[in-house]
Structures are given as C-alpha cells and as structure tokens.
C-alpha cells in the first residue's frame, strides 16, 4: 500500500515537471525578442543629475520605512526610535510625531485619503492611526491581530481596507473598520518581505525570501502568476506606473523588471562593482527609470530600457533602507539608516 502511494506521488512528481517544462517551452517560442533589443532605437539617456533639496531631521535611530501621501507633499517614515512622524517634505517641519507601542517597527503606509496612517513589525500587529481626530491627539483606531509572524509590508486600498504581508508566509487583506481579516492570501514558502498595489487596485504583487514573486487576485483571493528567477531573497516590490509589470529588488544584488502580459522577466539591473543587497525600488513617474536602495549606502538610478545605470546617488552614512517617489513624479524620497530622510529632485 505504501510502496503504491510513494510510486503515484513519484508519478505525479514527474508529470508536473513535464508539463513544467511545456509550460517554459511554450514560453519560449512566444519570446520573439528582448527588451534591450526591442529599445535599441530609443536614444539613451543623458546622466541624471539629481541632488539633495530637503533633509528632514528627527529621528533619533534607524529608519526602516516611509511612504508618501497622495497629496505630493506629506510622508510618513518608520524610524526603530518608536517614533511615527509625518512630514512635510517641502517645508520639512513635522506634523505628527507618534509614539509607538512597540518601536520594532518595519513598515509603515500613509491612506490615500491623507487621513490615516499605518505601521507593523516585530509586534505582528497592522496599527492603525487616524491623523484626522476631533481631539487633535492622533490615537489607535484599529490594532488588526492575525498575523503569526512579523509584519514586513502594509498598504491600504482605501480607509476601509489595507493589505498586509508577514513572516509567517501569508499576506491578508483586512476591514479596517470591524477589525477583522478578510481574506488570506498564502503560496509562498518563505517570508513576504514587501507587496505593492496595481493602479486598478484588484491585483497585487508580493515578493518574498522564496526567491519568488507573486500576482495576486484579490477579488479570487489566489495567486494568478509566480515569476522566479531571483536567486535570493526578494526584499522589495513595485508595480510599475500602467500596472502591466513590476519591479523587484533581491540580496543577490540585482533588480529585475517582469512583465505579466509577457509572463516573463523583460531585464536585469546590476553591475560588477555591486555585491550588495537591494532594500527598496521605486520606478519614475514615466516609468523609464528605477530608483533602488541599497545596503552599501547608495541609492542607483537605472534606465529601464536599457539596463543601463544613468546615476548614483551618493549622501547617506548608512544603509538605504527605503525609498519612494512621489506621486506627482516631482520628488524622491530616501530614507537610511542614519537615521535622515533626504529629499532629491
């Protein structure tokens, strides 16, 4: 009886690597061309020079995450001092500094209302505060507890409902308002590190230390297509502007760019001289270049098209632990270990 089993499971193994192999050789024959080929006749770039316009100043440790509001102007960082702040990048003065009940913070999100902000780690919790009180104190509104691990990754769709991913493997999606989870999205078989919203709003992307990343329907609540090919873990995430690809950043210092209509990874972003890992990556307004943090205190700017880096960033002491650009494509944000966020245009 048992032989049997083992022999069927064995069978079934073998079969699900032959349609493996359909599936990739199938793939392969609609690969008619590259990226870098298809881009040949777009003209280069000229080199980027950015530089540093704003530094804000308040946090007394690590930062570990921020996010910009909708607005183009407010942002919110993460910082291991226990401290919550929301900013304003313009004028660099502090809104809302929070004091966290647990300061192993990871992440941390800003509602696309402007009323609300988020943030997790250590404590396995998604906290939620609501910046617009009647009281002017910004309290807790929702402590949403289900996670069994920490949490990495927060985002809301709106102020009633926010995704989370986590180091127990899963990523869910929550009520805000009643406090409970609505659904659970697991496939992955390491820790989420990082999710990131479609501009539509009904897929996400997860990226996590399987080496994989996922595109998730939450109206399904399944996992719609997994892209591989990273040979560590995924730490970062992002969508790309239109919605059809993404951009991840992994320890083994390289970024890549899949697309979902190809169903495939389009390029590759890495250079000899970098060894270290990716913490963040975020894309232009356009599109056509990727801001990406990384462990050896730079921020690499790269073109999209054509693989290329067309700058290097260079102002931290520390590690780059994240970034973002703000919606209005007018500003970038880096955050480090230094314990400063400096804004770039």
């Known amino acids: ?21 359909r599936i990739r050789s199938t793939r392969e024959k609609l690969a008619d061309t590259t990226l870098q ?28 995450a921020m996010h910009w509001a909708e607005d ?27 004091p966290l009940r647990s300061s192993w913070v990871m992440t941390c999100a800003y509602a696309p209302s402007g009323n609300y902000v988020a943030c997790g780690g250590l404590d396995n919790l998604c906290s939620i505060y609501n910046l617009k009180t009647k009281e002017g104190a910004v309290k807790v509104a929702r402590e949403l ?21 986590s180091g127990d493997m899963s990523c869910m999606l ?36 399987d080496a994989t990343a996922k595109v998730w329907d939450i109206r399904s609540g399944r996992c719609v297509q997994t892209f591989t090919g990273h040979e560590s873990d995924i730490n970062a995430v992002q969508f790309f502007p239109n919605g059809d690809a993404f951009g991840t950043g992994s320890d083994d210092a ?3 760019l899949f697309d979902l209509r190809a169903d495939r990874e389009l390029n590759q972003y890495t ?30 700017v790269w073109d999209v098209l054509k693989g290329t880096r067309v700058a290097t960033l260079s102002s931290h002491d520390n590690r780059v632990s994240c970034l973002g650009v703000s919606s209005d494509g007018m500003a970038l944000a880096t955050g480090s270990w230094d314990s400063l966020l400096k804004i770039w245009a």
């Open 1 to 21: 009886m048992g032989d049997d089993l083992s022999e069927k499971v064995q069978a079934a193994k073998r079969e699900a690597e032959q349609l493996k192999e």
């Open 37 to 64: 080929q298809a881009a040949e006749r777009v003209p280069a770039l000229p080199k980027i020079s950015m530089k540093v316009r704003r530094t804000l100043k308040g946090h007394l440790a690590k930062i570990y």
């Open 72 to 98: 183009e102007r407010h942002l919110v960082s993460a910082s291991q001092d226990g401290k919550l702040i929301v900013w304003d990048a313009f004028s660099t003065n502090k809104i809302h500094a929070i």
């Open 145 to 165: 507890s289900a996670h069994t691990g920490y949490l990495s990754c927060c985002r809301f769709i709106s102020d009633r409902r926010i995704l989370t991913s």
């Open 174 to 209: 929550w009520d805000i308002d009643a406090g409970v989870k609505i659904m659970e999205f697991n496939d992955h078989t390491g820790d989420v590190m990082s999710l990131s919203l479609s501009p539509n709003k009904n897929i996400f992307v997860s990226g996590a230390c």
């Open 254 to 256: 390289s970024c890549r």
């Open 271 to 300: 250079h000899d001289n970098i060894l270290c890992g990716i913490t963040s990556v975020a894309f232009s307004y356009s599109g056509r270049l990727l801001f990406a943090g990384y462990d050896d205190f730079n921020c690499n």
